[in-house]
């Protein structure tokens, strides 16, 4: 299911019974695992549908940004000219692990919202990694596709026992 590409969501079945449902799994996934955002393949739904939301956990206290509440449904991104930033990223679907990913802190983000609205945004800095780790899951694409080094890769057991590797974000 993780290496498949999902299918659209056709813009008026958005407000369906079957997306609410969708969705309303998709955040308890979220929460429980206190994951930054899930795409819908992550809970075996082959659909165009993200959700993102975060505030300090438990889980991760060396993360200090915040994610809106935000749903995402056929997203689209567009790559912007920019700085690249590197974190270590973990995935709930690749459990136990992280990897170091570099990625562009700008990218130009297209899609509707639960109310079938249309949004189009420049989305900067933390968000904008955060939005392209769960979009590529709905291209069959994860994060361990894009590690800077295939060394900088490992179990969290491990990589926390190295100073510089502690630090750590999950998506
Ligand atoms: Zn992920």
């Not at 449902?21 to 955040?27: C, I, R, S, T, Y």
């Not at 505030?55 to 940004?65: A, G, I």
């Not at 991104?77 to 974190?87: A, C, D, S, Y």
């Not at 990897?99 to 802190?105: D, I, P, Q, T």
């Amino acid at each position: 299911m993780l290496r498949k590409k999902s299918e659209p969501v056709p813009v008026n079945e958005i407000r369906s019974a079957e997306i609410k449902k969708l969705l309303k799994d998709m955040f308890e996934t979220m929460e429980v695992a206190e994951g930054l955002g899930l795409a819908a393949p992550q809970i075996g739904v082959l659909k165009r549908v993200v959700v993102v939301g975060f505030h300090r956990s438990s889980r991760y206290p060396d993360v200090k940004e915040t994610i809106e509440r935000r749903i995402l449904i056929n997203p689209e991104i567009e790559i912007l000219k920019g700085p690249v930033e590197g974190f270590w990223e973990g995935c709930l679907s690749v459990p136990d692990m992280r990897g170091y990913v570099e990625r562009s802190r700008n990218i130009r983000l297209k899609w509707h919202d639960e109310k079938e609205e249309f949004h189009d945004e420049i989305i900067e800095g933390f968000d904008a990694v955060v939005y392209q780790h769960e979009c590529d899951h709905l291209d069959g694409v994860l994060y361990v596709d894009r590690l800077k080094d295939p060394r900088l890769f490992g179990y969290n057991d491990e990589l926390d026992m190295i100073e510089e590797t502690r630090t750590r974000v999950a998506v």
